[in-house]
């Protein structure tokens, strides 16, 4: 296999008749090309989408959902889905090629990962489902540990879950959600096993379910709903931190006239606390986002915004990442029935908007799930192998 660093299109990609395939039909060096030996590993491929830089990512299947970026250079995904769905992969060269770390038994091989995150203290966590009964797996400083493994011997079928997002939050407790169903666990001391969740939404909402979670300050949130729900913000009850899960809610669909069913599908918190929200309205089949102002567990704090109008491809819309840093929001989806990459970007802390969705040559990528703001960088991951990063200083 051979690479070639950023000189040119350096790879012709076409989709192939499968759906979710694309297969290499050519290689075409260009001037400032230089050929580069990356046989025993993946290869990323070089191409200028506009302001954006593109690599391909191994996840080739349609959906891309875990992304977690380090650094310019340092950065990983995991490959969740599709038939070709396993492995976790790591870029120590900003997305030019990727390799799989070396763990026990080539669990990392073979593992569905969901979702990358890492806490403040520096461990990456990998959630998904794995070989032994992995669900959240450890990475620090290139050794593997297995942080949460289903148990032997009869387990519960809330044991049992593929895990989603997974998190840790600075004072010895930890929780993980379902990326199928309703079920949580949770872990009122991360030194002892962990406890059925479920009924954390009691006293706030009929029944829920996490799509999203994050840790800030000592605290859970998260987002959730479902087709047929309104769409949901929850929260850590602080008196309610211990032996048990407590969440209050904030419904972010309004009530009466202007109410929506829909999904909640990301939560994004930057370093100062404030949030944003991806999802989609599903009575119009649009693309929506929520940010804060204030208290986030304050309903009037949150501010919807229906960013469809503002698509320059029309369609119905969709989002499902979002991160944030300061007056900087972003959020990535797709046009749904098209599987065309979609993004949106503020540069002024909401009060407006614009469409900057990445292309290859002129031609659009696949759905967007994930983005990052790292180093002075816009990263974002997505379906059939797309990874993209944007300097800020184009925006």
């Not at 012709?12 to 060096?29: G, T």
């Not at 080539?106 to 959630?127: A, F, K």
């Not at 994050?214 to 949130?221: H, I, P, S, W």
């Not at 309004?254 to 909640?264: K, L, R």
């Amino acid at each position: 296999m051979i690479g070639y660093t950023e000189g040119g299109v350096c790879v012709a990609l076409q989709r192939s008749p499968m759906r979710h395939r694309l297969a290499v039909l050519s290689l075409l060096v260009l001037p400032g090309c230089e050929e580069l030996d990356v046989s025993s590993e993946p290869t990323g491929i070089v191409s200028d989408l506009d302001d954006f830089t593109g690599y391909a990512h191994p996840c080739v299947a349609y959906h891309t959902q875990a992304m977690w970026v380090d650094s310019r250079d340092q950065a990983f995904v995991g490959c969740g889905t599709g038939a070709s769905g396993e492995g976790l992969y790591h870029t120590t060269d900003g997305g030019r090629t990727w390799s799989i770390p070396a763990s026990p038994g080539g669990v990392l091989e073979t593992m569905r990962v969901v979702d990358l995150w890492r806490s403040p203290q520096g461990t990456l966590y990998i959630s998904g489902t794995g070989s032994g009964g992995a669900r959240v797996l450890t990475l620090v400083d290139g050794e593997v540990g297995s942080f949460y493994l289903v148990p032997e011997s009869r387990p519960a079928y809330w044991q049992t879950f593929l895990v989603g997002a997974f998190r840790v939050d600075g004072q010895g407790r930890a929780l993980a959600s379902s990326w199928t169903g309703d079920d949580v666990l949770y872990w009122p001391d991360v030194n002892e096993p962990p406890i059925n969740g479920a009924g954390w939404w009691e006293g706030a909402v009929s029944h829920g379910k996490f799509l999203s979670a994050e840790t800030y300050d000592g605290r859970f949130y998260a987002t959730g709903s479902t087709l047929s729900d309104p769409p949901y913000f929850y929260y850590d009850e602080v008196d309610s931190a211990g032996e048990t899960l407590r969440m209050g809610a904030i419904r972010l669909s309004p009530e009466g006239a202007g109410s929506f069913y829909g999904e909640a599908w990301d939560l994004a918190i930057d370093a100062q606390g404030d949030m944003l929200i991806a999802g989609v309205n599903q009575a119009t089949n649009s693309a929506v986002a929520w940010y804060s102002v204030g208290d986030p567990t304050e309903p009037s704090s949150w501010i919807l915004n229906d960013l469809a109008p503002l698509a320059s491809g029309g369609s119905t819309t969709r989002l499902y990442g979002a991160c944030r840093d300061g007056e900087l929001l972003v959020v990535v989806g797709d046009y749904s029935q098209r599987g065309r990459a979609l993004l949106f970007l503020s540069t002024d802390g909401g009060q407006t908007w614009e469409e900057r969705s990445p292309t290859r040559g002129g031609q659009a990528v696949a759905t967007l799930h994930r983005c990052q703001i790292v180093d002075e960088h816009l990263f974002v991951a997505g379906g059939e192998g797309y990874f993209g990063s944007l300097p800020l200083s184009a925006l």
